[in-house]
């Protein structure tokens, strides 16, 4: 049986290398619930502010809705040095992006591609707005798969290039007691990249 990553570890370890620094983060969310646990953790570390953007939310009232939960959650739980940026609303965006994967079930090939719509939104308005760190809410949600969305972090123009990122970043992560296998996958992927 493969040894899960124990995430809650991995950021022990990148915290601690932060010292008395607070970096600017900015934390894309999608509702208020699943703020709350990363807040909670994050405020002590980071000068946070929330980005809001989901332009899978259907329909406009529900988008509309949690964002107004996000903002209440923010506001009474974290009143001083969080702020919230709701960003633009364009469920077009999502439908595009998504066109031919219509069928796809929950948790399907079309959240893949959702997520890297948000994540990519993310990392450009992180780059935009002189952030240090950019990092999501979806990876905690349990209606979402974590590893997926950690996956769509490593992104390049072809495959090969997606591979080198997520690998080259996996090299990075270190903590006391660490055990990785770094071969899992490796060889499908790259026969996979081959025929591209």
């Given at each position: 049986m493969a040894t899960q990553l124990n995430f809650a570890q991995q950021m022990d370890a990148?915290?601690?290398?932060l010292g008395d620094?607070?970096?600017r983060l900015?934390?894309?969310?999608?509702?208020g619930p699943c703020s709350s646990a990363v807040l909670e953790q994050?405020?002590?570390y980071f000068e946070?502010?929330?980005l809001y953007y989901n332009p899978n939310t259907w329909p406009a009232e529900e988008y509309h809705r949690r964002g107004e939960e996000l903002k209440k959650f923010v506001a009474a739980a974290h009143p001083l040095g969080v702020t919230v940026v709701e960003d633009h609303y364009d469920p077009q965006e999502f439908y595009?992006?998504?066109t031919g994967?219509?069928?796809?079930?929950?948790?399907?090939?079309?959240?893949?591609?959702?997520?890297?719509?948000?994540?990519?939104?993310?990392?450009?308005?992180a780059a935009e707005h002189g952030f240090d760190w950019f990092t999501t809410t979806l990876s905690i949600s349990p209606h979402k798969d974590a590893g997926r969305v950690l996956g769509v972090t490593?992104?390049?123009?072809?495959?090969?290039?997606?591979?080198?990122?997520?690998?080259?970043?996996a090299e990075k992560i270190s903590f006391e007691k660490l055990h990785k296998r770094s071969d899992i996958g490796l060889r499908a992927l790259k026969a996979l990249a081959e025929k591209q």
């Open positions: 990148v915290l601690k290398t620094a607070r970096p900015l934390l894309h969310a999608c509702c994050l405020c002590q946070i502010t929330v595009s992006a998504v994967l219509e069928n796809e079930p929950e948790r399907g090939s079309r959240c893949t591609v959702c997520y890297r719509l948000r994540m990519r939104r993310a990392a450009q308005y490593a992104t390049g123009p072809r495959l090969t290039n997606a591979l080198s990122h997520a690998y080259e970043a």
